[in-house]
């Protein structure tokens, strides 16, 4: 899957289905880019039901903290245990090593953008 295959959530989370009602989260590369070197990530426990539009965690920064939101809804089935130790990755590669959480779906995705349009959104 490549970016442009990714749905986007107007809070600047991706989300990448895999077509077996798996779900992965990460934030975008233009939050990484707003919050600065992300220093800290606070995620959801495995097992945690999420609601789609949801705070489900927080990214603290340089700059500030920030609420995560469920892009969807479903159980939380794998978090990123890298992030513990290396937050930065989601500043250095959020499409890949700096994904945040696995979710497994309880129903499709909604109200959610693609590529071109969340790139219409953040434009100035």
Do not use: C
Request: aromatic share 6%.
């Amino acid at each position: 899957m490549t970016i442009e295959d990714l749905l986007y959530s107007a809070e600047h989370e991706w989300l990448a289905t895999d077509g077996s009602g798996s779900a992965t989260v990460g934030i975008t590369d233009f939050a990484t880019q707003e919050l600065g070197d992300i220093v800290f990530v606070q995620l959801p426990e495995v097992g945690t039901e999420v609601t789609a539009g949801a705070v489900i965690g927080e990214v603290e920064s340089t700059k500030s903290v920030s609420d995560l939101f469920s892009p969807v809804s479903g159980t939380v089935t794998e978090i990123n245990e890298a992030l513990s130790d290396s937050p930065e990755l989601v500043n250095t590669d959020p499409f890949s090593q700096g994904w945040l959480m696995k979710i497994s779906l309880s129903a499709e995705p909604a109200g959610l953008l693609n590529r071109q349009d969340y790139l219409a959104l953040t434009a100035d």
